[in-house]
């Protein structure tokens, strides 16, 4: 493969360099504790799975996506799991389903474009009910613990090594407000920051990805798409960026078909694949 020549890095966020499932499920822990009852309606039919052509949780949110297990193999996968309990990993599939769903609808074009902190609150207002739980103050806290994400364990060291060498740009489908707390909580710095809701859609519209073509002034293919998810890389290489597959435990993998520029274990060996010391 010709090497390749970039003049930024443009980094996805949910699920790429913080864990999702892993702060979503202290918020359910902190909702109610774990329990081996199933909650009303979680997991069952009409829920929100997409099946092999949906966006999972997370291409939206920031998850699986197009051709994956969808959120119910997210949901099993991504850290602290096993410690969860079955109720709390049910009410987080619950979580998981509404917000794919819905945002799949803002592409779909069946409802307008709501940015993604609203959208934590409608998941966090279907989940607590389910739980039995009344308290709006309670609900709130669950609907913030979106913003409160811990970082994978290579990423600050990791975004530091590239931005050794490269601008960085963070495009997330997170709202402007939602992308601030998840930066501070995690310890993300970048040279710039980008939010959907300036698109006012949600990845993979083409739209998202030009704001980071518009925001660094390069030519999409001068710009290196990093991501955990196949859905997300594919959205960002019809527009022409490059692109770099990081494996996490709740990513979306890609398939036989994909043909993405790099393939990285995590972010250290994506460094010293683009020569970084």
Same mark, same amino acid.
């Given at each position: ?10 980094? *996805?966020?949910?699920?790429?360099? $913080?864990?999702?499932? +892993? ?11 774990? &329990? ?11 829920? @929100? ?20 297990? @969808? ?15 079955? @109720? ?17 609808? $803002? ?13 934590? #609150? ?16 309670? $609900?709130?806290?669950?609907?913030? &613990?979106? #913003? ?46 980008? &939010?959907?809701?300036?698109?006012? /859609? ?5 739209? $998202? ?6 925001? &660094?002034? +390069? ?23 490059? /692109?770099?597959?990081?494996? #996490? ?6 398939? +036989? ?11 250290? *060996? ?8």
């Amino acid at each position: 493969m010709a090497e390749l020549k970039i003049d930024a890095v443009v980094f *996805d966020v949910l699920g790429t360099l $913080v864990d999702e499932p +892993a702060g979503l499920r202290a918020g359910l822990r902190a909702l109610a504790p774990p &329990s081996d009852t199933p909650p009303p309606g979680a997991g069952g039919p009409g829920a @929100g799975g997409l099946g092999a052509g949906g966006l999972g949780a997370g291409g939206l949110g920031g998850g699986a996506a197009p051709g994956t297990a @969808g959120a119910a193999g997210r949901a099993g996968k991504a850290d602290g799991a096993e410690s969860a309990g079955p @109720g709390t990993e049910r009410l987080l599939l619950l979580w998981q389903r509404h917000i794919e769903r819905e945002q799949r609808r $803002v592409l779909d074009g069946d409802r307008p474009y709501l940015p993604s902190d609203l959208l934590d #609150r409608e998941a966090a207002g279907v989940v607590a009910e389910a739980a039995g739980v009344e308290d709006p103050a309670a $609900v709130e806290a669950l609907a913030r &613990s979106a #913003r409160r994400l811990p970082p994978w364990p290579d990423t600050v060291a990791g975004l530091a090594r590239i931005g050794g060498g490269f601008p960085l740009i963070g495009l997330s489908n997170a709202s402007r407000t939602a992308l601030l707390q998840l930066n501070a909580h995690a310890g993300l710095r970048w040279h710039q920051a980008l &939010s959907a809701e300036d698109a006012r /859609t949600y990845k993979p519209d083409p739209a $998202v990805y030009r704001l980071a073509v518009t925001g &660094s002034g +390069a030519p999409p293919e001068r710009l290196l798409m990093v991501a955990a998810h196949a859905w997300d890389l594919r959205g960002a290489q019809a527009l022409g960026l490059r /692109t770099a597959y990081v494996a #996490r435990p709740v990513g979306d993998p890609p398939t +036989a078909a994909d043909r993405f520029d790099l393939h990285a274990r995590d972010l250290t *060996d994506l460094a010293e694949q683009l020569g970084l010391s």
